[in-house]
């Protein structure tokens, strides 16, 4: 399956790919976009700039999508008129974003996002670092030089994300071969892919969305230096990170772009612990990530919501048993072992990604389940039952077991008892302490050793 990801293409126009000057028109009866599919909002506020003396256009991702007959999650407008010019045009608009500055028009729930041409970067640009700069990786910092149209689609990252469609011509402007390369299905970066991705390392990520999502191949070109320039991620605000892990991984494909991430090695500078994790125990540590993405996108896809914490915990998971025997070999208790650990790897992962604290905490709740689904004795299986991340944590067992961990068959356990009437529970409790559980003061002790014997078999 990567293998057709890979594939090489060779290009329409050969040589590297640059915008050109004069755009190819594609006029109504060239393509089959259909006017009526886009918001009407965003075709109005397109009417309403043209009408004021402007240029503008619908952009991005709804052309790209709709050419490719899938719903877009948003409309774009890109326009002439500066950031000011569109407020002043609109009622319901604001200007949002310093790094990149653009208007937000409400309709209801719906917002459209205008944003003015912008022009690549030279190095003149940069003696005014208020408009636009960049660090020594040459990454931008800043990104307010407006230009021209033909500038603006240079500035873009794929060739099929660089499409203007004028509504009211309905006509098409593809300044960089974009059409040619929906059809064959190939993400391609407008311009020298080093220093594109250098510019902003995320593109690299977009490029494996874009890919997992669409269906798409990445050109031969745009592939070659993802590998190598993959550490670059490690500069990018975590807090980004964690917008554009979402993105990634509840695109619908999240089990495709985890394979992706990881074959180009942009899942190490994401996720360090896990991806070591996957170097020590490959098959269980793939397997159990690979599932929890898979039941993701099957969520999805079923228009079932999907919980980030969840997808966070399974993430992380892989890396912990390392870390709890790192802490018990120097003679922390089981117990506070598994905190601390857990505690340091969520620590961790934030410098990289992130993740809020409304989903760490429920994170650790969900981990902190794993140690107590074991221990069911007197009412403790009730009281768990009754806990709100029952559901999450014994999902969670579920994934640990499809991976392939050992605990006992305590799953099904747990499956049973809730389907089961009351009598049939409080003999299941009653079996349970005659089978494995001595007398009650050493209970917990027992169970929880029991339990901690079980999962190292499964981590070794
Ligand atoms: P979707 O909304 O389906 O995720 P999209 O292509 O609309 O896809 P957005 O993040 O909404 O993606 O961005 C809108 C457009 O802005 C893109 O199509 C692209 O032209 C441009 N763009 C976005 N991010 C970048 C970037 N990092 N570098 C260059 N251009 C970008
Ligand atoms: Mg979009």
């Known amino acids: 399956m990567l293998k057709k990801l890979f594939q090489s293409f060779r290009p329409p126009v050969p040589g590297q790919h640059h915008v050109r000057t004069t755009p190819e028109v594609i006029h109504k009866s060239q393509h089959s976009l259909p006017r009526n599919q886009f918001s009407r909002h965003a075709v109005g506020i397109v009417e309403r700039l043209q009408a004021a003396g402007y240029q503008a256009y619908l952009v991005g991702g709804c052309v790209r999508d709709l050419l490719l007959g899938i719903t877009p999650k948003d409309f774009d407008v890109a326009t002439s ?15 949002i974003g310093r790094r990149f500055k653009l208007v937000h028009i409400q309709f209801g729930r719906e917002i459209i996002e205008v944003a003015t041409f912008r022009a690549p970067h030279t190095d003149e640009d940069q003696v005014d670092s208020h408009r636009s700069s960049h660090n020594a990786n040459g990454r931008i910092l800043r990104d307010n030089v407006y230009g021209t149209l033909e500038e603006d689609a240079q500035r873009r990252d794929f060739t099929i ?3 203007y469609y004028d509504p009211v011509s309905e006509r098409i402007l593809d300044y960089a071969n974009g059409v040619p390369d929906i059809r064959n299905r190939l ?26 999502k669409l269906d798409f191949g990445i050109e031969k070109h745009t592939v070659a230096p993802i590998r190598e320039l993959a550490p670059l991620l490690r500069e990018i605000p975590p807090a980004r990170l964690f917008e554009e892990s979402l993105k990634l991984f509840l695109s619908g494909q999240g089990a495709m772009v985890f394979e992706m991430l990881v074959d180009l090695e942009l899942f190490e500078p994401l996720f360090p612990a896990s991806a070591q994790a996957l170097e020590d125990r490959p098959s269980y540590t793939h397997t159990l990530i690979s599932k929890a993405l898979i039941n993701t996108d099957l969520r999805i896809a079923q228009g079932k919501p999907v919980t980030p914490a969840f ?13 709890v025997l790192f802490l018990q070999n120097q003679g922390v208790p089981p117990i506070p072992a598994m905190n601390g650990a857990a505690h340091e790897l969520i620590v961790e992962q934030c410098q990289r990604i992130a993740v809020p604290k409304r989903f760490t905490l429920p994170i650790r709740e969900i ?27 014994y999902d969670f067992l579920l994934l640990r077991e499809s991976a392939g961990e050992q605990t006992d068959d305590l799953g099904q356990w747990w499956t ?13 409790i009653r079996e349970l302490g005659s089978r494995d559980e001595g007398a009650a003061p050493r209970k917990r002790k027992r ?5 901690k014997q079980g999962d190292d078999e499964a981590f070794d």
């Open 81 to 95: 008129a500066t950031p000011e010019q569109v407020r002043a045009e609109f009622r319901n608009a604001r200007i």
């Open 161 to 163: 994300n660089a499409l």
């Open 187 to 212: 993400l391609r970066l407008i311009g020298d892919p080093t220093h594109r991705f250098q510019e902003d390392p995320v593109r690299m990520l977009r490029a494996v969305r874009f890919a997992a």
């Open 311 to 323: 997808l966070y915990a399974a993430l992380l998971w892989p890396a912990l048993p390392a870390r």
């Open 367 to 393: 981990w902190d389940m794993q140690e107590r689904l074991p221990r069911r004795s007197g009412k403790r299986a009730d009281l768990l039952l009754d806990n709100p991340r029952f559901r999450a944590g």
């Open 416 to 428: 049973d008892y809730q389907e089961a009437h009351d009598g049939t529970r409080r003999e299941m």
């Open 447 to 451: 169970s929880t050793s029991r339990r």
